[in-house]
C-alpha cells in the first residue's frame, strides 16, 4: 500500500518549537525521489515549504530559511522536518508528499498551530 503518514503537529507558542515525521511505505522509498514538506492555511493555497534529495539536498522556501530544517532517514523510509522559532504565521495543516507532488499520495496531514 502506498502512503504517507505525518505527525508530530500540535499547539505551540510563538518562539517555540516542533518536529514533524513523515512516515512513507517502501515503494516511495524504492526509487530516487525528492521529498517534500507542504503547507496548507486557512483561505490559502498548498505551498511547498522545504524539500530534500535522496542524497540530502535541501530546498527551503523564503519564509522558513534559517527557521526549518528538512532531513530523511531512509534506512526508515521516514522524513523529518525541524521548526524552530515558529511565527504564528507557521500555522497550517502541514503535509508530505514527493516534489512535484502527487495528487494520490496526499494524506492526512498533521495540524501546526502557533498561538499565545
Known amino acids: 500500500q502506498v502512503q504517507l503518514v505525518e505527525s508530530g503537529g500540535g499547539l505551540v507558542q510563538p518562539g517555540g518549537s516542533l518536529r514533524l515525521s513523515c512516515a512513507a511505505s517502501?515503494?516511495?522509498?524504492?526509487?530516487?525521489?525528492?521529498m517534500g514538506w507542504y503547507r496548507q492555511a486557512p483561505g490559502k493555497q498548498r505551498e511547498l515549504v522545504a524539500a530534500?534529495?535522496?542524497?540530502?539536498?535541501?530546498n527551503y522556501a523564503d519564509s522558513v530559511k534559517g527557521r526549518f530544517t528538512i532531513s530523511r532517514d531512509n534506512a526508515k523510509n521516514t522524513v523529518y522536518l525541524q521548526m524552530n522559532s515558529l511565527k504564528s504565521e507557521d500555522t497550517a495543516v502541514y503535509y508530505c508528499?514527493?516534489?512535484?507532488?502527487?495528487?494520490?499520495?496526499w494524506g492526512q496531514g498533521t495540524q501546526v498551530t502557533v498561538s499565545s
Open positions: 508528499n514527493l516534489d512535484p507532488p502527487l495528487r494520490s499520495y
Open positions: 530534500i534529495t535522496s542524497g540530502g539536498i535541501t
Open positions: 517502501r515503494i516511495i522509498y524504492s526509487i530516487n525521489n525528492v
